[in-house]
């Protein structure tokens, strides 16, 4: 059977070539310069096999590929690999690899190098962070000729292709990791458009043209410095003068003077990073579930957006926003209802008034956030009390328990089993919610392994609406963000994980 | 030695502790209420504009006169509970103790507070308590340094002289003698004690080891106000102006009479 | 000198205490997010994190004298690289400042001038340097002259290969910032040598043989007044360093001062511990610099019991 996200992935090939199409029909893309990307860079290696760190991703994106991509409605396109077959049972994908690929550093890029990849995360001794994402899916990679390589899957799984178009599918060269170990971080290989040349930590990145990279015609730009900013505001700032040509991650209030230059570009984000407040479940206090349905009520999520976001948000009943597939505009969380809350506050045994605390992360969207929930829950006898904890420890104190109660924010998966499952399966290694629901457990293993994609749908809709009412979190909104370049930057695009990507960039 | 201060100092202080005292009634808005008017400039609704939340900063500036007195004073009486006692030992019983007690003060005095204070802030967490004690053992030195060397003064007098002569006992002659007359230093040492005290609480409040949110706390909203100085600068600069205004009247009042 | 080993083992042992008072995982600090609990335990073991505080401690020390600070949690490189980088912006800005704040003190207030105005105003601003915290005047100047003027760049630091025009236009506004406040205590310090000095014989002398005011100010009573300066240029050390935080913050400057908030900021205990005992163990050496100049240029004081 030809599978569905075949089907798709052709007919999104097809309307998305139309839309590049007439931007290039627009203006012909030019060669050379060099673009400076700013960033507020976490960076703690650059070998895709450890790599942890959200803005890592923004140079491995740029010194390798991965063996799919994502378009810019999430959907699966090639990249190294040219074409797929999945077989009828599901459980086995033959990918046929692009021809004429090397390294750069010459090692050619064929069927060995993919099953090296796959192996090296999926063997204990490396102990990649990727392995518990691809053991439960990968049997096995048997090599069928040098370009030809089958993925033999303990079960049908779709959720594959968005895995291999993220971190497992960063494809490195076998050679040079082997040669040079821990090293490696600083000094990638792959096949991408750009090669690493150089890394001055706290300071900048050096990429450089890729002289045979192998999609003809790109890259455009001779060189892209990545360089370290201490925040997006300051950012701003080196934008404005020239310094930089990118800044990402504005929030509307950042935007607001850039409204009306006539050299700045801004560039709103697609789908937004997904904001909700969730509680340990299972111990006291929050296993009360009236407790949570206090909470639930006496939140106004519209007034959150309108006051963090300048209402350019979007107000969330659930995990998945719209402009996904497997949102469902019927998935609806609870209304607010503050006479409500303090009814089902005095139900759940706390007729005087509760009093918690709320983690808040020293991120200045969090602590906003943190002192508007304390707000409003403030009206309905609930007292919180906000003691800053340092960013970078935070999530530590979230997963062994020493916090109970906390805002959270995750990006979206280019498929819905990614966020779903590390989030609300029994067994999610993200699940610090510690929820447990045996028919969301069963739900999501059918969903995880099905190609036919109006069943996952109506599948994800039945599970997502089911989280919901457990309530282990209360949503909250979808961000708006913003990127910002200058005018003369062209063929900048979104792709929904909120990674800038900049291969196809180009300078007027 | 500044004439001017004599009136500036009192001033500034007196204006200080009555924003502090009457803030309920003075104050037009709640200085937590947020509201969706963030970042509006100045208007008569709100004198000084809305921070990021839309809250009234004029309300909070009021209000984070309250924070900042308390901790000034509290840190300033901690150090002044260590620093003279042990200042008047020192300079007056002299001996062995003086040594080990001068050692000890040098010591301290030679290590860089902010520095500190910010080491044991992070140990201990950022707490109203946590802050004034941190303070106080940050501030305790100078004090006591100045306090043994105005005892040092004070018992070569004529008056402990002849108190000795009597046969007074030392807790005594200190009681009644020396104390009273070192009393005008300290008196000025108190008040530019508590300039330092919210100067520095305010240094740590704007490197983020301040009374956490959502309490009004002057170096915390100038911290907070640094992303969006180029849209509403007064939730940076009002702030500020308050940290600096209150600092210079305590400072200026203090050593205005030394 | 004995007084500075036994500080700085207090100080490091203190730091090294946070760590108990500390919660969560250094581990999952540096496996971020995604990680999940069983990679953070293999981490945690395979750093010795379960290991008994002493343990660790000495095997800390042991280290450290040997050159090796160890690695930062958050970037997983070598502190004393680290340290190394960001040392000379600090040195930098601290030189810068302490030259300026120290040349204009002096200048300004030798300057003969029986207007009373002048003193006055003089006087003024040194209450306006010594009271006006620096984040205050840092952030007014970024406000002035960044955001509304746009003459001036809002970090403050650019490397020396960009430009010498360009590497001083980011770094005045910081050189400034810190030096404000020392103008101030330097010209209190100065003044009232100063005022000492031209009290003395020698210098009614000069006056009585009739040499300009400028050259009795300049020549003879400046060279006597500026000793205490200089000394106190080394006890304000530990001020200097609160300050040069501060400052390098604000304008996010990659000196040793931003690099230690920013340890606080994300318990990278490493990095903190290092570089809180670089700055403690400086400042100290520099308190102890200053109190032997000052001995050796003045004799009377040698003798003091």
Request: neutral net charge; glycine residues 8%; hydrophobic residues 45%.
């Amino acid at each position: 059977m030809t599978w569905d996200i075949g089907r798709r992935e052709a007919l999104a090939a097809i309307g998305g070539s139309l839309l590049l199409g007439n931007a290039a029909r627009a203006e012909t893309p030019q060669s050379g310069g060099t673009l400076n990307v700013g960033l507020v860079n976490d960076a703690k290696t650059y070998d895709p096999i450890y790599s942890v760190e959200f803005s890592e991703r923004v140079v491995l994106y740029l010194v390798f590929n991965t063996l799919v991509k994502y378009a810019p409605d999430f959907s699966i396109r090639p990249e190294l690999a040219k074409s797929w077959e999945t077989s009828p049972d599901g459980k086995r994908i033959v990918f046929t690899l692009q021809d004429g690929v090397t390294f750069h550093d010459g090692t050619p890029f064929n069927a060995d190098a993919v099953k090296w990849n796959i192996e090296k995360r999926l063997d204990p001794a490396v102990q990649s962070p990727q392995r518990n994402l691809l053991a439960p899916i990968i049997a096995s990679i048997e090599i069928l000729d040098p370009q030809r390589v089958a993925f033999n899957l303990t079960q049908p799984s779709p959720g594959i292709f968005s895995l291999l178009g993220d971190r497992p599918g960063f494809m490195v060269s076998p050679t040079a990791w082997q040669k040079l170990g821990k090293d490696f971080g600083g000094q990638p290989v792959g096949t991408g458009a750009f090669k690493f040349k150089e890394w001055v930590r706290g300071s900048q990145v050096t990429l450089e043209k890729s002289p045979n990279y192998w999609e003809k015609g790109l890259p455009y730009l001779d060189r892209i410095m990545v360089r370290d900013l201490a925040g997006s505001v300051v950012g701003l700032q080196r934008l404005l003068t020239g310094e930089i040509d990118y800044v990402g991650e504005l929030t509307p209030s950042d935007i607001v003077p850039l409204e009306r230059r006539t050299d700045i570009v801004l560039a709103p984000i697609k789908v937004g990073r997904w904001y909700f407040l969730q509680w340990h479940v299972n111990a006291a206090p929050f296993d009360n579930a009236k407790l949570r349905l206090a909470f639930a009520h006496a939140i106004d999520r519209g007034r959150i957006n309108d006051i963090t976001m300048r209402g350019k948000g979007t107000v969330s009943n659930g995990p998945t926003p719209e402009g996904l597939w497997w949102y469902d505009p019927s998935i609806r969380s609870f209304d607010y209802d503050p006479a409500k809350a303090k009814a089902l506050l005095t139900e759940a045994g706390y007729p005087n008034g509760f009093d918690a605390v709320l983690a808040t992360p020293q991120v200045t969207m969090f602590q906003q956030l943190d002192q508007l929930l304390q707000e409003q829950l403030a009206a309905v006898g609930i007292r919180l009390t906000l003691p800053p904890v340092a960013a970078s420890e935070w999530y530590s104190k979230v997963v062994n328990g020493t916090t109970n109660m906390t805002p959270s924010r995750w990006t979206q998966r280019a498929d819905p089993d990614g966020l779903l499952t590390i989030l609300f399966d029994s067994k999610g290694f993200a699940n610090t919610m510690k929820y447990s629901n045996p028919q969301v457990d069963a739900l999501l293993q059918q969903a995880r392994t099905t190609y036919d994609i109006p069943t996952r749908k109506r599948l994800y809709t039945e599970v997502q609406q089911m989280i919901v009412n457990d309530l282990p979190m209360m949503p909250l909104i979808f961000s708006a963000e913003y990127g910002a370049l200058r005018s003369n930057v062209r063929g900048f695009e979104w792709i929904p994980d909120q990674i800038p990507r900049f291969r196809e960039v180009w300078k007027a | 030695m500044i004439r001017p201060g004599l009136i500036i100092g009192p001033l500034a202080i007196a204006t200080t502790m009555i924003v502090a005292i009457l803030a309920p009634e003075i104050s037009p808005h709640s200085p937590y209420r947020s509201s969706v008017d963030m970042l509006a400039l100045p208007s008569p609704a709100h004198l000084l504009g809305t921070d990021d939340l839309g809250r009234d900063i004029a309300s909070r500036v009021i209000y984070g006169a309250r924070t900042s007195l308390t901790i000034g004073f509290g840190a300033t009486i901690v150090a002044m509970a260590i620093g003279i006692p042990l200042g008047l030992t020192a300079g007056y019983i002299r001996g062995r103790v003086d040594t080990v007690l001068v050692a000890l003060i040098d010591l301290f005095i030679a290590l860089p507070g902010l520095v500190l204070a910010l080491i044991i802030t992070v140990m201990v967490g950022p707490t109203l308590r946590n802050l004034v004690l941190v303070l106080g053992f940050v501030m305790w030195p100078p004090i006591a340094r100045l306090v043994r060397g105005q005892a040092l003064a004070v018992r070569e007098t004529v008056f402990v002289e002849a108190a000795r002569a009597i046969g007074g006992s030392r807790a005594w002659i200190i009681r009644r003698h020396v104390w009273p007359n070192i009393l005008p230093v300290v008196a000025s040492q108190f008040a530019v004690s508590v300039s330092f005290a919210i100067f520095t609480s305010a240094s740590l409040s704007f490197l983020g080891l301040g009374i956490p949110a959502p309490t009004a706390d002057w170096g915390g909203m100038v911290r907070s106000g640094y992303d969006y100085l180029a849209i509403n600068p007064l939730m940076s600069l009002a702030p500020g102006a308050a940290v600096t205004f209150t600092v210079m009247g305590f400072y200026v009042f203090g050593a205005s009479f030394k | 000198m004995c007084v500075m080993v036994p500080t700085a083992l207090l100080v490091t042992a203190l730091l090294f205490c946070s760590v108990n008072g500390l919660l969560g995982s250094p581990a999952a600090m540096m496996l971020g997010q995604d990680a999940s609990p069983q990679t953070i335990a293999e981490l945690d073991a395979e750093y010795g994190f379960d290991q008994p505080l002493a343990v660790q401690y000495m095997r800390w020390l042991g280290e450290a004298l040997r050159g090796d600070l160890g690695r930062s949690y958050t970037t997983r490189q070598s502190v004393a690289q680290a340290v190394g980088n960001s040392l000379p912006v600090t040195i930098e800005l601290a030189v810068w400042s302490i030259l300026l704040a120290t040349s204009l003190a002096i200048v300004l207030n030798t300057i003969p001038t029986a207007r009373l105005l002048i003193t006055r105003t003089t006087a003024a601003v040194n209450v306006v340097g010594i009271t006006v915290p620096n984040f205050m005047l840092g952030i007014s100047l970024i406000f002035l002259f960044s955001v509304e003027l746009q003459w001036l760049p809002t970090t403050g630091w650019a490397p020396w290969s960009d430009g010498v025009i360009t590497h001083l236009r980011h770094i005045i506004m910081p050189v400034l910032t810190l030096s404000s406040y020392y103008f101030g205590v330097f010209s209190i310090v100065y003044r009232a040598e100063l005022h000492a000095v031209t009290r003395q014989m020698f210098i009614r002398v000069a006056q009585a043989k009739g040499l300009g005011e400028w050259r009795v100010a300049f020549r003879h009573a400046m060279p006597n007044a500026i000793l205490p300066v200089i000394t106190f240029v080394g006890i304000s050390a530990g001020q200097l360093a609160g300050g040069a935080v501060v400052t390098e913050t604000i304008f996010s400057m990659p000196g040793i001062g931003r690099l230690f908030v920013r340890s606080i900021e994300t318990h990278d205990f490493p990095t903190m511990l290092a570089v809180g005992m670089l700055i403690v163990v400086s400042v100290v050496l520099m308190n102890l610099l200053a109190d032997i100049a000052y001995t050796i240029a003045n004799p009377q004081i040698r003798f003091d019991p």
